[in-house]
DNA sequence: CTTCAGATG
DNA sequence: CATCAGAAG
């Protein structure tokens, strides 16, 4: 078994003195990718960067307290990359791949993006650059007869079923046409597979992400920005995909929730 | 009887939050001074700002977050003024005076201090301008047959009675000698009285500001820096002198404990 | 160690 | 409505 959870922790400075350390205690989960860690290693306490019995990547950004990503993983990865080839971004502290004897996990955080600003071109810019990677991630894979998972937020809902006011954001950042014509290229094209889609079918959600303005957890108003994405191969073998929203996440620790996908497959 | 207390509140929206609004209904004061109140009175509801039963004065620091004093008192002054009349520091949220009939109460806020910095040049800049203001208020209180009481942090321990590691402290910022002659010349030149010390002339302490560094709370390593001063008419009724310390300061919701005086004495 | 402002999300 | 950095105390 493959159990992979990815969580934007908002912080995990933060996140740590909330409740992730017991979630993370409680999860079981194999392979856990993490976004907006928003601190050093040197910043957190050991405990919260690798308790006993986990290994811990970190691809800090160079900007102090901002985005940051991790991997953490029960097994020891055999190597470990930061970004993935753009100098843009590569000190940007959104890309980190960790590679194991059968399997590559990454983790990403996307650009949130904001329509009318430098922020939105810049996420563009991300994409273009990510879904090349992507692609050629699969055949590298493929040529070392492994299997791929690249989870994180997106910060893209892809479809109407995956956010709650999808007719009052088709304007706005994260529900974009030309977004999510890119994320359905990540799919169609790129040839990885939305785990949680595909187990469930139906909408709408369910949802990983709801703002802390306002009531919008309190009437689930989300939307669904975390995906764990799989190589076709590994995909088959999902047998549950979940948000671990209640009740494993009553206590809130970040605006996002877990999402946890796991597959029938001896990865190690 | 008139009961007079200063506290500094280090933010008083931070304050509200962690008791300072119990502790002022508790109080049974009749004029409260507060230094370091760190916002503007918009920025506060209205059972903060001014209970009821209570008028309130605020003179906050032009600079956003920063100084900021207020008075509240159980009778309506009849007059507010903003400052002692030197440009420097008349929008510095560090000095407002209220007149009642009989009385003249003001709160004050010594800047802090830094040896070797701008900030120790500014404090004594303040403290020359200030001495003057004070020997002047003296003289216009007695022409109207007024009592006088100035209340605040002055950021000065005067003697090695009032902190507790003054032998350590001899080169710092708020036990320097001048400073301690400059509070000497405010008791014996400008002919105001130490309330607290004059009943109770054996030191060291009672402290009333503790960093929040360290233990330094629960070792009782403090600085009595808040000083309740008044005319010599008025000290010669004051009957009683505290730091709320505890009881009723166990749960703390400032670096700096609340200084009251009591004075038998009918001001309205 | 705590406050607040300001930037970012 | 949160997080964090940085300045101030």
């Known amino acids: 078994m493959l159990t992979v959870s990815t969580v934007n922790v908002n912080g ?20 856990v990718c993490l976004q907006e860690v928003r601190a050093e290693r040197e910043q957190l306490p050991d405990h ?8 811990a990547a970190f691809a800090p950004a160079a900007d ?3 985005a940051g990503v991790g991997v953490l993983s029960r097994a020891e990865p055999t190597s470990v990359r930061v970004g993935f080839g ?42 273009g650059a990510f879904l090349l ?26 479809t109407e079923a995956d956010l709650k006011n ?3 954001n088709q304007t706005n950042s994260g529900f974009l046409p030309e977004e999510r014509e890119w994320f359905s290229r990540l799919l169609d094209g790129a040839g990885y597979v939305d785990v949680q889609r595909s187990l469930q079918p139906e909408g709408p959600g369910p949802y ?20 764990v994405l799989a190589s076709p191969g590994l ?34």
Chains 1, 2 share one sequence.
Request: proline share 4%.
């Open 208 to 227: 990983s992400w709801w703002s802390y303005r306002g009531k919008a957890f309190d009437n689930d108003a989300g939307w669904r920005i975390d995906y």
């Open 133 to 158: 990677h992507l692609t050629r991630l699969r055949q590298r894979a493929e040529a070392a007869g492994k299997e791929v998972v690249v989870a994180g937020d997106y910060n893209i809902a892809h």
């Open 48 to 55: 919260v960067v690798a308790p006993d019995g986990w290994h």
């Open 64 to 66: 102090k307290g901002r």
């Open 12 to 31: 995990l400075r933060a996140a740590a003195k909330k409740g992730y350390v017991e979630w993370l205690a409680a999860a079981e989960a194999d392979v």
């Open 86 to 127: 753009d100098p843009e971004f590569d000190t940007s502290g959104r890309y980190l791949e960790c590679e194991y004897d059968s399997l590559i996990a990454a983790s990403v955080y996307l650009p949130s993006g904001e329509v009318g600003t430098p922020r939105q071109a810049e996420k563009e810019r991300f994409m």
């Open 235 to 268: 995909a088959a073998k999902a047998v549950e995909a979940r948000v671990e929203r209640a009740p494993s996440y009553d206590k809130r620790w970040s605006d996002h929730a877990p999402v946890t996908a796991v597959f029938d497959w001896p990865w190690l």
């Open 166 to 168: 999808w007719k009052g």
